[in-house]
């Protein structure tokens, strides 16, 4: 019964590599992101979307795209895998009529090689 | 451009002691305030908020303060337990539910 669990955990590719990590919330919210936790430990927002539409789209490179089938879900395809790409990404959710308190995944720790 | 800046990257506490973690913010726009927890190889925690409207919020062991002239909020934990050992996130909220974050500072509760 996890509140928002994404997909894999971990995962290690090569460099040129296509992949995608997947997100999936139960708690009905309204709101879904992505967000990169970097090498400096910074918490970053990539995506918003609300009701399949995207509201935050921040200043992310054009091999990053998400796709949200439906509210409930948040997935993030990434192209052309580069070193630089490793981190740790953050799916989280909120509902617009609850506040700021945002719920997050456990996270997907990427290693590119 | 940090916006949110937490700038003691650790802080070792005694157990039962005060635990005073800070924030800065450069935005005077912000008008909501939070603090995150996050466990190893877990997802960050919502843990307090605070509206710039109050200048503290109070919940348990856990208490906000804002000062909006300084652009400064703190979080105090009293008294600290072993289990609250983590890493702490201070976060505002930007345009559009868009939570901006600090780049967060390590706890230890020593016993």
């Known amino acids: 019964d996890t509140a928002v669990s994404q997909t894999p955990k971990y995962l290690v590719t090569q460099m040129g590599n296509d992949k995608s990590i997947k997100c999936e919330q139960n708690?009905?919210?309204?709101?879904m992101y992505w967000y990169k936790q970097d090498s400096k430990k910074f918490l970053k927002i990539m995506f918003s979307?609300?009701?399949?539409?995207?509201?935050i789209n921040e200043t992310v490179p054009n091999r990053f795209s998400p796709k949200s089938p439906d509210k409930a879900h948040l997935n993030l395809h990434i192209n052309s895998l580069e070193l630089g790409d490793s981190a740790v990404y953050f799916c989280?959710?909120?509902?617009?009529?609850?506040?700021?308190?945002?719920?997050f995944g456990s996270g997907t720790r990427l290693t590119v090689v | 451009d940090q916006q949110v800046k937490q700038n003691s990257p650790s802080l070792s506490v005694q157990e039962g002691r005060i635990s005073i973690l800070n924030c800065d913010y450069t935005?005077?726009?912000?008008?909501?305030f939070l603090w995150y927890k996050k466990y190893p190889a877990e997802g960050p925690t919502f843990l307090i908020s605070?509206?710039?409207?109050?200048d503290k919020n109070e919940d348990g062991r856990f208490t906000v303060f804002l000062n909006k002239s300084a652009k400064h909020l703190s979080l105090h934990i009293v008294p600290s337990q072993p289990g609250d050992s983590a890493v702490y996130f201070c976060?505002?909220?930007?345009?559009?539910?868009?939570?901006?974050f600090g780049q967060g500072t390590r706890l230890t509760i020593n016993p």
């Open positions: 976060a505002s909220v930007g345009g559009a539910q868009k939570l901006v």
């Open positions: 935005n005077s726009m912000f008008d909501y």
């Open positions: 708690l009905g919210h309204d709101t």
């Open positions: 979307y609300n009701n399949k539409e995207l509201i």
């Open positions: 989280a959710s909120s509902h617009r009529d609850r506040g700021y308190g945002y719920t």
């Open positions: 605070i509206s710039s409207i109050k």
